[in-house]
Nanobody, 124 residues
Framework: QVQLVESGGGLVQAGDSLRLSCAASGRTVSRYTMGWFRQAPGKEREFVAAFNKITGITYYEDSVKGRFTISGDNAKNMVYLQMNSLKPEDTAVYYC?????????????????WGQGTQVTVSS
């Protein structure tokens, strides 16, 4: 089992930056695919970014390319999402997800483990 706990959310203004953190426990996630999803009010949970350090494959949702960066720290069993140039449409609850597959997926069902989420609100 893998437990995931997100942190780092908050209220910021458009153009600001935030770094979300995801602390993993239970197992070392260095070989896992790690992803970030988000869910805005009244909308479906959507893919944001994912990567796997073993395969070196990284994916980003088109609207965040060039603004968001996913990364990991194996020594700390942590995954991060650096979010720059934030926009009001980035407002959502952000979820960390993990799965043992080596090729990152973009769909919810491709991830077994989920955190509880952290709220990000971007004001205009």
């Amino acid at each position: 089992q893998v437990q995931l706990v997100e942190s780092g959310g908050g209220l910021v203004q458009a153009g600001d930056s935030l770094r979300l953190s995801c602390a993993a426990s239970g197992r070392t996630v260095s070989r896992y695919t790690m992803g970030w999803f988000r869910q805005a009010p009244g909308k479906e949970r959507e893919f944001v970014a994912a990567f796997n350090k073993i395969t070196g494959i990284t994916y980003y949702e088109d609207s965040v390319k060039g603004r968001f960066t996913i990364s990991g720290d194996n020594a700390k069993n942590m995954v991060y999402l650096q979010m720059n140039s934030l926009k009001p449409e980035d407002t959502a609850v952000y979820y960390c997800a993990a799965d043992s597959r080596l090729v990152p997926g973009r769909l919810r069902y491709e991830y077994v483990y989920w955190g509880q989420g952290t709220q990000v609100t971007v004001s205009s």
